[in-house]
């Protein structure tokens, strides 16, 4: 499915702290970025630069101190607890470095799981088929490799067919070959369904093969957003430099 220019999640001013007094710590200071509908986007940098906590205030799992947040048409920092809650469970897709699936139900049943929480859900076999699961679709995640187990994660989140999936590290727990598959998995799963995929990773050259474009944070701040291949190529930050060519720290 061809990219789009429309501007789909949409952020304005985004701010977030921990503590008070002098244990104030501001962990993003008024971020703002637009991906457009239909793209992988990659969010890089260095350990505590606020990243995660950047996917955590989109998704919902935190609130934010300032600033707003647009998924669509969706303005999410003005919605109810209650009906924030009911458009993640629709309209949100998670996928996590650690799989979180349930133990007792087959990889079918853990992705059936979410299935109903949508109007428009995709179709099983072809989910299956899609993340290369028919075959081991009977079995407990115990019976299958991790980087089966995280295709079934992305599986459970896609399965709503949303129209934007967050990923924390998903390829985290994964060896090298394996995080390599599951990332050109996300690519072709994007292409097939259009959805906007945003990740957060350490994974660098992998996900600069898979993503469009690459924002990269530093203490609180996001310092350089473009084209993947030019922040790969000649970033202009500084620390961006340091931190593609492997000299951070």
């Known amino acids: 499915m061809a990219k789009s220019n429309t501007p789909y999640l949409v ?32 969010m890089l940098g260095p350990s505590g630069s606020g990243k995660s906590t950047f996917l955590n205030l ?11 947040i647009s998924v669509g048409n969706c303005e999410l920092t003005a919605l109810s607890i ?3 809650g009911e458009y993640r469970r629709r309209e949100l897709g998670f996928v996590f470095q650690f799989y979180n699936l349930v133990p007792d139900l087959t990889i079918k049943e853990n992705i059936e799981v979410t299935a109903h ?12 088929r899609s993340l290369g699961l028919w075959e081991h679709r009977n079995k407990f995640p115990r ?27 998903p390829t ?26 945003v990740i957060v990773t350490h994974n660098m ?15 609180g701040e996001l310092i350089e957003y473009d084209d993947t291949q030019k922040i790969f190529v000649s970033p202009t930050k500084e620390a961006t430099q340091n931190y593609v060519t492997g000299r951070f720290g």
Do not use: W
Not at 58 to 68: S, V
Not at 172 to 194: F, I, P, W
């Open 172 to 197: 985290g727990a994964l060896d090298y070959k394996t995080s390599k598959e599951v990332l050109e998995l996300m690519e072709r799963v994007n292409r097939k369904y259009g959805c906007t995929i």
């Open 205 to 219: 050259q992998q996900a600069a093969r898979v993503s469009d474009r690459t924002a990269f944070f530093y203490l």
């Open 143 to 169: 019976q299958v490799s991790g980087g089966q187990q995280q295709r079934c994660a992305i599986g459970r989140a896609l399965v709503k067919n949303p129209g934007l999936i967050l990923c924390d590290e």
């Open 58 to 68: 989109i998704g919902g799992l935190e609130g934010a101190d300032g600033g707003t």
């Open 82 to 84: 209650k009906d924030l």
């Open 11 to 42: 952020v304005e001013g985004l701010a977030k702290h921990y503590g008070d007094g002098e244990a104030r710590v501001q962990v993003l200071d008024g971020i703002t970025t637009t991906v457009n509908r239909g793209e992988i986007c990659v």
């Open 117 to 128: 929480l949508s109007s428009n859900p995709l179709p099983m076999e072809e989910l299956l």
